[in-house]
């Protein structure tokens, strides 16, 4: 079994900041990419940022400048920074990554449950 569990959202003011975690644990060979995405009420999920096993980011245009991914491949962990919040923020972000769990290389894809964020104008 595969888990991702999130951690970090809550409730802040427009302007202000959050950092935003996941962490893979259980039958883990290799993680390749891994990402953050987001979906706010009535709308579709959308792409908030993905980072590879590299080190190479890849951001959605609207928050490019303000939000920042990272990762610590030891702990099998990815981190969102967000700065400068906006009410168009507001969404349930939800974890991705790209799993390989034994020597077979073949990858799958798991989600996190999702952590509420919520930006007050």
């Known amino acids: 079994q595969v888990q991702l569990v999130e951690s970090g959202g809550g409730l802040v003011q427009a302007g202000g900041s959050l950092r935003l975690s996941c962490a893979a644990s259980?039958?883990?060979?290799?993680?390749?990419?891994m990402g953050w995405y987001r979906q706010a009420p009535g709308k579709q999920r959308e792409l908030v940022a993905t980072?590879?096993?590299?080190?190479?980011?890849n951001y959605a245009d609207s928050v490019k400048g303000r939000f920042t991914i990272s990762r610590d491949n030891a702990k099998n962990t990815v981190y969102l920074q967000m700065n400068s919040l906006k009410p168009e923020d507001t969404a349930v972000y939800y974890c991705?990554?790209?799993?390989?769990?034994?020597?077979?290389?073949?990858?799958?894809?798991?989600w996190g449950q999702g952590t509420q964020v919520t930006v007050s104008s």
């Open positions: 991705n990554a790209e799993i390989q769990r034994t020597i077979t290389p073949i990858r799958f894809a798991y």
């Open positions: 259980g039958s883990i060979f290799s993680i390749n990419a």
């Open positions: 980072i590879t096993s590299g080190g190479i980011t």
